[in-house]
């Protein structure tokens, strides 16, 4: 399961529409490695940077699991990427990075989210990760 829902955000499910806000709560406290890492690169990316980014890899399994699950969802990370006002792009296992919306589609994010990016920043060590 991705994500650990409250009865009550259930419930606001089932009548209709959820909050962001209420959305991001509970991506925030079910995901908290990935909440922590996104937050991180949203924070140091801005108009002044083209991007930044994490290359880390995650301290166990069940971190690496948390980020797979933000980043693989498009809802959770449409969520992300609205809370943070930042496109996220995503290689490997654990390289994540956030551009500023004046960043998309320039050079940074094209090489990034590139074919050529993504076989470039490919390892042995990285294969089944």
């Given at each position: ?67 797979l699950r ?56 990285l294969r089944d990760c």
């Amino acid at each position: 399961m991705s994500l650990d829902v409250p009865a009550a955000l259930l419930d606001e499910a089932e009548r209709g529409e959820v909050a962001d806000a209420d959305f991001m709560a509970c991506v925030r406290t079910s995901l908290p490695y990935a909440w922590t890492v996104i937050s991180d690169v949203a924070a140091r990316a801005g108009d002044e940077h083209p991007f930044a980014e994490h290359a880390v890899p995650p301290p166990s399994e069940a971190e690496r699991g948390q980020l797979l699950r933000a980043l693989a969802s498009d809802a959770i990370r449409g969520g992300l990427e609205r809370h943070f006002g930042v496109r996220l792009a995503f290689q490997n296992c654990h390289r994540v990075a956030a551009f500023p919306p004046s960043a998309v589609d320039g050079p940074a994010y094209r090489a990034f989210t590139s074919a050529r990016g993504q076989l470039l920043n490919q390892s042995p060590e990285l294969r089944d990760c």
